[in-house]
Antibody
Framework: QIQLVQSGPELKKPGESLKISCKASGYTFTDYAMQWVKQAPGKGLQYMGW????????TYADDFKERFVFSLETSASTAYLQINNLKNEDTATYFC?????WGQGVMVTVSS | DVVLTQTPPTLLATIGQSVSISCRSSQSLLHSNGNTYLNWLLQRTGQSPQPLIY???KLESGVPNRFSGSGSGTDFTLKISGVEAEDLGVYYC????????FGSGTKLEIK
C-alpha cells in the first residue's frame, strides 16, 4: 500500500540545522510531486511548497524562501526538508504529502 | 495569496445530526482548464490530515458517502449527513487553483 514514512522527532538549538526525510513506498516516486506543510503547535496548516520529483526543481512559498531547502534522493524514493539556522518559530510539526496521502509528520522543537 | 475563510470556526453536533461547513475564497477557484481545485481534509487529534474530497465534490477512496462537497467559484460547502463519533476533528479546505493555501479550519465537536 502507499505510504509516506517520515523520520523521527528532533530537538535542536537555535542556529543549528536539521534534515527531515520522507520515504515513499507503494507507488512510482516520480509520478507525483512532493509537498511540504508546516503546522505550528495548536495552529492550522501552512503550505511550504513542493518539489518536482521528476526534475528536482523546488518551489517555495514566500515565507520559506530563505532557510528552507527541498531535495530528493530519487533512487531511494525519498524527499528531504532541510532547515538551516533554526529559529524558535520553526518549532512545529512538518508533514510531507502527495495527492491523497500524507506522512505521519515530524515534530521539531527548537529551544536553547 | 488566496485567502480561504471557513465558517463556523467551531461546530457542536450530536451523533446523527447533519452539519455543513462553509469555505469562501477571496478569488475564484475556477482554473483556466475548467477544473476547480478545492479539497477538504480532516485532521483528527494527534494525526496527520486525511484527504476527504478533491475537485470540490469527488470522494477520495475509502471515504464514507455521508461526506459530500459542493460549490463553485468562490463558495464551497462540506456536508456531513449523519455525524458519527469518528468524524470529530478539524476540517480544512485547501485550494491549489492558485498558489496553494489552506483555510483556517473548523473544529467539529460531538455533544
Amino acid at each position: 500500500q502507499i505510504q509516506l514514512v517520515q523520520s523521527g522527532p528532533e530537538l535542536k538549538k537555535p542556529g543549528e540545522s536539521l534534515k527531515i526525510s520522507c520515504k515513499a513506498s507503494g507507488y512510482t516516486f516520480t509520478d507525483y510531486a512532493m509537498q511540504w506543510v508546516k503546522q505550528a503547535p495548536g495552529k492550522g496548516l501552512q503550505y511550504m511548497g513542493w518539489i518536482n520529483t521528476q526534475t528536482g526543481k523546488p518551489t517555495y512559498a514566500d515565507d520559506f524562501k530563505e532557510r528552507f531547502v527541498f531535495s530528493l534522493e530519487t533512487s531511494a524514493s525519498t524527499a528531504y526538508l532541510q532547515i538551516n539556522n533554526l529559529k524558535n518559530e520553526d518549532t512545529a510539526t512538518y508533514f510531507c504529502a502527495r495527492k491523497a496521502y500524507w506522512g505521519q509528520g515530524v515534530m521539531v522543537t527548537v529551544s536553547s | 495569496d488566496v485567502v480561504l475563510t471557513q465558517t463556523p470556526p467551531t461546530l457542536l453536533a450530536t451523533i446523527g445530526q447533519s452539519v455543513s461547513i462553509s469555505c469562501r475564497s477571496s478569488q475564484s477557484l475556477l482554473h483556466s482548464n475548467g477544473n476547480t481545485y478545492l479539497n477538504w481534509l480532516l485532521q483528527r487529534t494527534g494525526q496527520s490530515p486525511q484527504p476527504l474530497i478533491y475537485l470540490v465534490s469527488k470522494l477520495e477512496s475509502g471515504v464514507p458517502n455521508r461526506f459530500s462537497g459542493s460549490g463553485s467559484g468562490t463558495d464551497f460547502t462540506l456536508k456531513i449527513s449523519g455525524v458519527e463519533a469518528e468524524d470529530l476533528g478539524v476540517y480544512y479546505c485547501m485550494q491549489f487553483t492558485h498558489y496553494p493555501t489552506f483555510g483556517s479550519g473548523t473544529k467539529l465537536e460531538i455533544k
